[in-house]
C-alpha cells in the first residue's frame, strides 16, 4: 500500500510564510489534497486537485506538487491557522490514504 | 448545502460488530458524481480511510480492514452505513462520514465532512 509522509510539527510567525509537506510514491500520478482540523472539530477541506481553493478557503493557501512531494502553503500565516493538516492521495487502485498530519504552530 | 451527520450505538463491546448510519441532508444521496466515504480517527493520532461506497453499489476498502468492513448505501433514506466486525479496542476512534467527489482526471477530495461520533470499543 501507499504511505504518505509529513512532518509531524512546524511553526512559523504570524505574518510569515510557511510550506507544510507530504513525500510519497502515489503523489508522482495523483495530486494531493489538503485538510485543517482544529481541536475537537471535523476537518475541512483546503485544497484539492491541481490547486483549487474551495469556497470560503482564504486565498492565503494553495497548493503544488514536484515529483513525489506536495506542498501546502500558507502565505502570511495568522493565528487562525494552528491547526493539524493533512494530506490525502490515492493509489492505482482507488484507495486513498492520508499522511500522518502536521502541527502548525503560528508563533 | 449538503450536511452530514453520523449516528450510532457510541459503546460497542469487543469482538462484536460496530454499527454506525450516515444521514445526508441538504441533497440527494444519488445526485451527482459522488462517492461517500468513512474515515476515522483515533485520539490523538491521525486519519485512517476506511472504504467507500458509490450510490451503485460498488465499493472500495481500505485494504488493512478490508476483511471486517461492510459499507452499503440506501438511497430511499439517503443515507448510508457502515459495519465494521470483530472490533477490538484499537477499533476505538471518532467515526466521521463524507461526500468524495472524484474528477475527471481521478483525483479525490472529501467535502464536506460529519462533525464525527466518537465510538469506543469496551466491555
Known amino acids: 500500500s501507499s504511505e504518505l509522509t509529513q512532518d509531524p510539527a512546524v511553526s512559523v510567525a504570524l505574518g510569515q510564510t510557511v510550506r507544510i509537506t507530504c513525500q510519497g510514491d502515489?503523489?508522482?500520478?495523483?495530486?494531493a489534497s489538503w485538510y485543517q482540523q482544529k481541536p475537537g472539530q471535523a476537518p475541512v477541506l483546503v485544497i484539492y486537485?491541481?490547486?483549487n481553493r474551495p469556497s470560503g478557503i482564504p486565498d492565503r493557501f494553495s497548493g503544488s506538487s514536484s515529483g513525489n512531494t506536495a506542498s501546502l502553503t500558507i502565505t502570511g500565516a495568522q493565528a487562525e491557522d494552528e491547526a493539524d493538516y493533512y494530506c490525502n492521495s490515492r493509489d492505482s487502485s482507488g484507495n486513498q490514504v492520508f499522511g500522518g498530519g502536521t502541527k502548525l504552530t503560528v508563533l | 448545502q449538503v450536511q452530514l451527520q453520523e449516528s450510532g450505538p457510541g459503546l460497542v463491546k469487543p469482538s462484536q460488530t460496530l454499527s454506525l448510519t450516515c444521514t445526508v441532508s441538504?441533497?440527494?444521496?444519488?445526485?451527482?458524481?459522488?462517492?461517500w466515504s468513512w474515515i476515522r480517527q483515533p485520539a490523538g493520532k491521525g486519519l485512517e480511510w476506511i472504504g467507500r461506497?458509490?450510490?451503485?453499489?460498488?465499493?472500495n476498502y481500505n485494504p488493512s480492514l478490508k476483511s471486517r468492513v461492510t459499507i452499503s448505501v440506501d438511497t430511499s433514506k439517503n443515507q448510508f452505513s457502515l459495519k465494521l466486525s470483530s472490533v477490538t479496542a484499537a477499533d476505538t476512534a471518532v467515526y466521521y462520514c463524507a461526500r468524495d467527489r472524484r474528477d475527471s482526471y481521478g483525483y479525490n477530495w472529501f467535502d464536506p465532512w460529519g462533525q464525527g461520533t466518537l465510538v469506543t470499543v469496551s466491555s
Open positions: 441538504g441533497g440527494s444521496i444519488s445526485s451527482g458524481s459522488y462517492y
Open positions: 486537485g491541481k490547486n
Open positions: 461506497i458509490y450510490t451503485s453499489g460498488s465499493t
Open positions: 502515489s503523489l508522482r500520478s495523483y495530486y
